[in-house]
Structures are given as C-alpha cells and as structure tokens.
T-cell receptor, first 119, second 114 residues
Framework: AQTVTQSQPEMSVQEAETVTLSCTYD???????LFWYKQPPSRQMILVIR??????QNATENRFSVNFQKAAKSFSLKISDSQLGDTAMYFC????????????????FGPGTSLSVIP | DSGVTQTPKHLITATGQRVTLRCSPR?????VYWYQQSLDQGLQFLIQ???????AKGNILERFSAQQFPDLHSELNLSSLELGDSALYFC?????????????FGPGTRLTVL
C-alpha cells in the first residue's frame, strides 16, 4: 500500500523568504503522480503543483517549485518570496498511475504541514 | 474557484440523525470522489463514482452511503450520526475514471454533530 509522510507538522517563514516543505512516500509503483495541495483557513483545497513520475524535470509554477527525487522517494515543495497569503496547510499527495486492473484515481494524502508566513 | 460546488456549507445536527451532503462536479467531469477530513484521521478517501456507478471504495463506514445521479451530481448520506463523524467533507471531480486527470476539490461541507 502507498503511504505519504510529511515530517514537519508546523513551519514558519518570514515574508519574502524561501521555505521548503518535505514529503516522502512509499510505493512499489513506477508510474505515478505527485501533488501539493494548499488548504488555507477557508478550508478550500487548492492544487498548487503536480509532478509526473516519468518526468525528470522538476515542475514549477511561479513561486512554487518541487525537488523530485524518485530514487529517494522524496517530493519537497519550495516556496520562494513567501507571501502572507501562503499561510495554509499544505498536503502532499500521491496518485498511482492507473493500469489495466485499476481504473480509479484514488489520491493518498499526507498528514499535512501547517505553514505560517510571518510579516 | 474549482467549478465543483457543495451544499450546504455548514451543517449542525444531533447524534443519531441522518444528513445528506450534495456535490455538483465540474462541467464535463464524470467522476466524483468523496473525502472526509477530521483532526485525528486527516484526509481520508471515502468513495468514488464514475458516470453513475460506484468505482472505488475507501474508508467509508457502513452507516454512510453515496450515489451519483444521471445529471452527475452526487449525494453522500450519513446516518446514525456519532460525535466522531464531525468533520469537513470534501467532494472532488475529474473528467474520467482511470485517466491522468487531477482531481478538483469543492469547498467542503462542515458537519458538526452535537
């Protein structure tokens, strides 16, 4: 079974600084997807960034980038130039690439990291 | 705005009662997923429907049931409610059942059982 671990329950960062959130996962699959979701105080779940395991290039979305280390099963999120609006819970998530026997997109979430951006 | 809508936003009820949560997926999406987020359990996958049929089942209790209607909206029914059922219930949708689509989450329904 797949598991997702986020070892940092809480983190804080000064506004305009850079912060990195850690995520590790365990799977025997070779093809899969990894995601970072953001859950601000409004409780809405927002997709931040997505990485396909077959791609060696790390995904980037504006101030958000990932460091994907497939062999180490590590998927960290770097937030540059942190803004007050980045304050949220961040979830790392794993989705197995569907095969012939499996045709569902169940997503496995980590426990989350609460990030506070300090003015 | 993800395009996924959920109603109601908040629900307060008593133990032993039954409630129904509603989800409308993004236009064109055929799959609907239900998740429960609680403080102690984190985010848990409950069930998935694709084009009206149950596709996958996760940690859904027998007291809970769901269905997806011909217009593709979905309802999650929670019965014999217990205090521990208090949680945020998310619905998500994606275009297909077995593709490479990201799931898009609705805003959630906050259920409080007193």
């Amino acid at each position: 079974a797949q598991t997702v671990t986020q070892s940092q329950p809480e983190m804080s960062v000064q506004e305009a600084e850079t912060v990195t959130l850690s995520c590790t996962y365990d799977t025997s699959e070779n093809n899969y997807y990894l995601f970072w979701y953001k859950q601000p105080p409004s409780r809405q779940m927002i997709l931040v960034i997505r990485q396909e395991a077959y791609k060696q290039q790390n995904a980037t979305e504006n101030r958000f980038s990932v460091n994907f280390q497939k062999a180490a099963k590590s998927f960290s999120l770097k937030i540059s130039d942190s803004q007050l609006g980045d304050t949220a819970m961040y979830f790392c998530a794993f989705m197995k690439f569907p095969g012939r026997e499996t045709s569902y997109d169940k997503v496995i979430f980590g426990p989350g990291t609460s990030l506070s951006v300090i003015p | 705005d993800s395009g996924v809508t959920q109603t109601p936003k908040h629900l307060i009820t008593a133990t032993g009662q039954r409630v129904t949560l509603r989800c409308s997926p993004r236009s064109g999406d055929l799959s609907v997923y239900w998740y429960q987020q609680s403080l102690d359990q984190g985010l848990q996958f409950l069930i998935q429907y694709y084009n009206g049929e149950e596709r996958a089942k996760g940690n859904i209790l027998e007291r809970f049931s769901a269905q997806q209607f011909p217009d593709l909206h979905s309802e999650l029914n929670l019965s014999s409610l217990e205090l521990g059922d208090s949680a945020l219930y998310f619905c998500a949708s994606s275009p297909a059942a077995g593709g490479t689509d990201t799931q898009y989450f609705g805003p959630g329904t906050r259920l409080t059982v007193l």
